[in-house]
């Protein structure tokens, strides 16, 4: 659907305001569809992205500060989600010998298991968003979205 049709403005200072208010719509078209599908598993976009994060370190730990650029959303509070997935038992903490300034992250074997059913939701998910672009009209518009950020 049209963006003019989703948001009911039928004109736009220009093409580049358009595309703003696009991207943004949907992304947050995006975000609330993954929400939906992760919501039985009781995690949030966020964590099941400190999830996914720690899975691709495992069986070496991360830091909240390696976890924190690493993430999709820069203005999550990646300690607080930590202590989020910690409370479920998905991860664990732990002091680094090195520095003990430093905290460990690990994921845990219910939380690969966890993520392991959630990534399978989530990937059927993107399959299914994608269905109404060709895959190279998907790689046409990674790159122009990689473009956009410079």
Not at 38 to 48: C, D, T, V
Not at 50 to 68: D, E, N, Q, V
Request: glycine residues 4%; charged residues 30%.
């Amino acid at each position: 659907m049209r963006i003019e049709d989703e948001i009911q403005q039928k004109k736009f200072q220009s093409e580049y305001q358009k595309m703003h208010i696009n991207i943004l719509f949907t992304a947050a078209w995006l975000q609330q569809r993954t929400t939906k599908v992760l919501k039985p598993y009781g995690i949030s976009s966020q964590q099941f992205n400190i999830l996914r994060i720690l899975r691709g370190m495992h069986p070496k730990p991360a830091s909240i500060k390696t976890l924190t650029e690493r993430m999709i959303d820069k203005m999550s509070n990646a300690s607080r989600l930590v202590d989020k997935l910690m409370a479920k038992g998905l991860v664990q903490r732990s002091e680094c010998n090195a520095d003990r300034r430093r905290v460990d992250v690990l994921i845990t074997a219910p939380g690969l298991e966890l993520l392991q059913r959630a990534s399978a939701d989530v990937e059927r998910l993107v399959q299914q968003d994608g269905l109404n672009l060709s895959e190279a009209e998907a790689a046409s518009l990674n790159e122009l979205l990689d473009r956009l950020r410079g």
